[in-house]
């Protein structure tokens, strides 16, 4: 089937590294149900997780409040980032569950789906050229430079590149002003295709869409391990910053909220 998001027991879908995760550990053990639950959430609904199953790991990433007496006994709050880790369990790996919990990734989409993609993209405003061989984002003049649409594969190869790129241009300064070289020093340019590539497959996965894996990937993929090898917890700021691309541009094609 198509690329499906994670989703919750409520329905709800996993974000940032929580997809990467549960995509990871789907793809490994070979579920095809895109639902995910904890044990005590399966013996509430009044199933049981089967006996030898081994659970998936999810995290949680949150804030407590902390208060501290300086030298003149005056209180402060200081804020403290904290993440745990919990397991879930496949829905296939869980018996007694009502019929709905066991439904199947859903069946690749027509491509009657694509334009709805195409206008989701047109919404966020951006300027998207067409002509030569090269699909890249020109922040200089702020436009994404797309190679003609009969030159790729399928339609779904176009929409996942589409998608890569107009994630590198949320990164503007006037959007999210993305800017990695603090963090990544001389592999910023790495960590931006890091997330620029996550941001497709987010976006794919909400749009419906399920691109064709690229030749390309294999040498991205080098490039990638370098900086996930630097650094432990690359992958969390880059599924982050990814997951927060996805909602920008997402972000166009919602309508507005009333005043309140």
């Not at 296939?92 to 069946?107: C, I, R, S, T, Y």
């Not at 334009?115 to 067409?130: D, K, M, N, R, S």
């Not at 080098?222 to 700021?237: C, G």
């Amino acid at each position: 089937g198509h690329i499906t998001l994670p989703l919750r027991a409520s329905g709800q879908p996993y974000r940032g590294v929580n997809v990467l995760l549960l995509w990871g550990d789907a793809e490994a053990k070979g579920y095809t149900a895109p639902i995910w639950m904890t044990y005590k959430q399966a013996v509430t609904l009044g199933a049981q997780v089967r006996k030898g199953e081994h659970g998936s790991l999810v995290v949680y990433a949150d804030k407590f409040t902390k208060t501290e007496t300086d030298g003149d006994g005056h209180e402060t709050e200081r804020a403290i980032p904290f993440m745990k880790g919990y397991t879930v369990f496949n829905v296939e790996q869980v018996d007694g569950l009502p019929a709905h919990f066991h439904a199947k990734a859903e069946a690749p989409q027509p491509v009657a789906r694509i334009p709805q993609a195409e206008a989701f993209f047109q919404c966020t405003g951006a300027i998207v050229q067409h002509g030569g061989n090269r699909a890249f984002y020109a922040p200089s003049r702020d436009f994404v430079q797309m190679p003609p649409r009969e030159s790729f594969r399928d339609p779904e190869s176009y929409v996942a590149t589409l998608a890569h790129e107009l994630t590198h241009w949320t990164a503007h300064a006037s959007r999210l002003a993305r800017e990695l070289g603090k963090r990544f020093g001389d592999q910023a340019y790495a960590a931006e295709e890091l997330i620029a590539e996550m941001g497709s497959a987010f976006l794919c996965a909400d749009l419906g869409i399920t691109p064709e894996l690229r030749e390309d990937h294999a040498a991205y993929l080098a490039h990638w391990l370098q900086v996930l090898k630097a650094d432990n917890r690359a992958i969390f700021t880059a599924a982050s910053q990814a997951q927060r691309a996805a909602d920008y541009l997402h972000s166009f094609s919602q309508p507005q909220q009333a005043a309140a």
